[in-house]
């Protein structure tokens, strides 16, 4: 028989521990981190993300890394909870290592890890109790690129290009009328920085600090933080409400 502990308040007796107290569900993220964009190049995957992390609706963290290097054929990014995203990490660790001790001369490729994510996310929903993430997954192995993501319900998709949380919205037009096969690595970053300087206007939980992580053959590179340059002259931001009906 289960054993619950009370504390006398005045007549009242306050329940400190109970049986329910191990069934706990995340029902809102705490700190978040905003859109992660990424696209197809020439010769493997280009990924930026800014290092911004939300408390709430307030901007708490500006150091933070939402890129990570998984194994050695892939790279993974993420928006929404930073608390899930290490946890994420964790297993991830641990699949990488169950991987390494096999030594049979094979490693995951960037196709099974996102396999194995979409896995995750979707059996996590299944508990309704799911990783608050969008994640977005890339990688190059044996010549093949590959690219897809990943939501916290584990919907999944590969594509050549791919965004998260308003990145979405606001980088993923840009991509479609800009992105090509052929993509150089300098045009695929002006392209990724375009997308991002879009976000930094338009994104309020955007911060003027990112980086941008390749993965080709040779393995992963993530950029030193940095920032754009911005110009907030525009007669829009001057007095964006002029025209608009009912605003104040």
């Not at 996310?121 to 993430?133: E, T």
Request: charged share 20%; proline share 3%.
């Amino acid at each position: 028989m289960a054993t619950t502990m009370v504390k006398e308040v005045g007549s009242e007796p306050a329940q400190l521990l109970g049986p329910e107290s191990a069934s706990e569900r995340t029902l809102y993220p705490y700190v978040t981190g905003t859109s992660v964009v990424a696209l197809k190049y020439k010769d493997g995957i280009l990924m930026a993300a800014d290092m911004g992390a939300s408390y709430g609706s307030t901007l708490r963290y500006k150091s933070v890394e939402r890129m990570k290097s998984i194994g050695k054929h892939s790279l993974l990014g993420a928006s929404g909870e930073i608390s899930d995203f290490q946890e994420i990490l964790h297993y991830l660790d641990e699949l990488i290592l169950y991987d390494n001790m096999w030594d049979d001369g094979n490693s995951l490729g960037p196709k099974e890890v996102h396999s194995y994510l979409t896995r995750v996310m979707y059996n996590r929903r299944n508990k309704f109790n799911p990783l608050w993430n969008s994640l977005v997954l890339g990688g190059v192995k044996n010549g093949q690129k590959y690219l897809g993501m990943v939501s916290m319900i584990g919907v999944n998709f590969e594509d050549n290009h791919v965004a998260t949380g308003f990145g979405n919205h606001l980088a993923r037009p840009i991509l479609r009328d800009e992105w090509h096969e052929n993509l150089s690595f300098e045009d695929g970053v002006k392209l990724l920085e375009k997308c991002m300087r879009v976000l930094l206007y338009r994104d309020r939980s955007a911060v003027n600090k990112l980086q941008i992580a390749k993965i080709t053959e040779e393995g992963v590179t993530i950029s030193q933080p940095y920032a754009l340059k911005t110009f907030w002259g525009f007669s829009a931001f001057q007095n964006p409400t002029v025209g608009a009906e009912g605003s104040w």
